[in-house]
């Protein structure tokens, strides 16, 4: 009876051993992968914002192109810039979406509101034919 008793405490604290030592290492690696996974969160978010921001610079192409001719814009150039209007619409939504994951997400949201209002001021080039 002894050695059973003594079998099962030996026993318990080998396992109660491996529990500490496997929580020891369980923990650093579970940390680990959220920041990780944190980490990657933020890259696609930048990500998205960056397309925003290339949207902007793109969407002035057929506005300029347009501007600089002698004659007034031709439907095809009016098509160009409603396409572009509408990309841009759908990139900073998908960057919403995007970035309303993360934490303290308000600042990067309120600049990304802030360049959807000046996309929509743009209005299209008037018809002077």
Do not use: C, W
């Amino acid at each position: 009876m002894r050695i059973s008793r003594l079998f099962a405490a030996s026993m318990l604290s080998v396992t109660a051993l491996a529990v500490v030592l496997g929580g020891e290492v369980l923990v650093p690696q579970a940390q680990k992968y959220l920041s990780k996974s944190e980490a990657i969160r933020n890259v696609e978010a930048f990500g998205a914002v960056l397309a925003v921001s290339q949207r902007v610079v793109g969407s002035r192409a057929p506005y300029i192109t347009a501007l600089f001719q002698d004659d007034s814009a031709t439907q095809a150039q009016r098509d160009a810039m409603a396409r572009m209007a509408q990309a841009d619409e759908v990139v900073i939504a998908k960057a919403r979406v995007t970035v309303a994951v993360l934490d303290g997400e308000g600042m990067i949201l309120d600049g990304l509101n802030h360049a959807l209002d000046k996309f929509s001021d743009i209005e299209p080039l008037p018809s002077y034919t």
